[in-house]
């Protein structure tokens, strides 16, 4: 599987994706965009079809935690919008990662990608000790839930850069490492704490990285992103 960029699409309408999007078409690689919450819930499913259309492969971001019945079901639907990639949190227990795995199956066997968020990037060790009262090393957290997810089934999880490393070694480098909290070493970091550059974690052998305002907030995106491709992927 090919290393690529995936740039977090984070707008509130469709009209702002599509507009940061037209800046694209002139490039000869098509961006791989992240559809998430904010754009999911603020334009539609339709945004994803319509991203679609454009020939953009793409990851959707809802990050499901619920009653395995409830995520079985919603992932049926999500489904039939034929994206490449989603996600759930690993955090809603292997039962629910298999019912959602089960739920994403087309008849035919076939579905998009699955990952499992393990930790946010924007959690720190000392909040999920505090907050989360859980006493463990967070890699040693990460590498755990990585586990539970490859027992579950599914191709891999999100996680920082910087855990890409024990989730190779304990699921296997075909396990894939999705990785947000990217930062060019000359630029801002905002709420994110488990934080790297596109060239360290390449690497440190993530699969994917998902950039958003190092590009979205760029003065210019296309030339960001350019400088993610050539770093990450060479
Ligand atoms: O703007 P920034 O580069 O921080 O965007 C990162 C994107 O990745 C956001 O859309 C965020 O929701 C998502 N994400 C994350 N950490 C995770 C999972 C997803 O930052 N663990």
């Known amino acids: 599987m ?61 990050k499901l935690c619920d009653i395995p019945n ?5 992932m049926s639907v999500l489904r039939d919008l034929d994206v490449d990639m989603t996600n759930l949190h690993a955090f809603g227990t292997i039962e629910m990662m298999k019912a959602a795995v089960e739920g994403l199956t087309r008849p035919d066997g076939t579905r998009p ?7 946010l990037t924007s959690t720190s060790e000392q909040r999920m000790r505090d ?26 999880v999100v996680c920082s850069p910087l855990e890409s490393p024990v989730v190779h070694e304990g699921c296997g480098a075909g396990f894939l490492t999705v990785t947000p909290g990217v930062r060019f070493a000359d630029g801002a970091v905002g709420d994110q704490v488990r934080v790297t550059t596109p060239a360290r974690a390449r690497a440190l052998g993530s699969d994917y990285i998902v950039v958003g305002r190092p590009i979205t907030a ?17």
């Open 70 to 74: 409830t995520v079985k079901k919603s």
């Open 218 to 234: 760029a003065d210019d995106p296309v030339a960001a992103y350019r400088r993610c491709l050539e770093e990450f992927v060479g």
């Open 131 to 156: 907050e989360l009262l859980i006493d463990k090393a967070l890699p040693y957290v990460v590498m755990h839930y990585a586990g539970n997810a490859q027992a579950a089934g599914l191709d891999g």
């Open 113 to 119: 990608l699955l990952v499992a968020v393990t930790q």
């Open 2 to 62: 090919g290393k690529d960029v995936i740039i977090a699409c984070d707008f509130s309408s469709r009209e702002a994706a599509l507009t940061f999007l037209d800046r694209f078409s002139g490039e000869t690689r098509k961006p791989y965009v992240k559809i998430g919450m904010e754009l999911f819930y603020g334009a539609g499913p339709e945004i994803v079809r319509e991203i679609k259309r454009r020939e953009h492969k793409i990851f959707l971001d809802l």
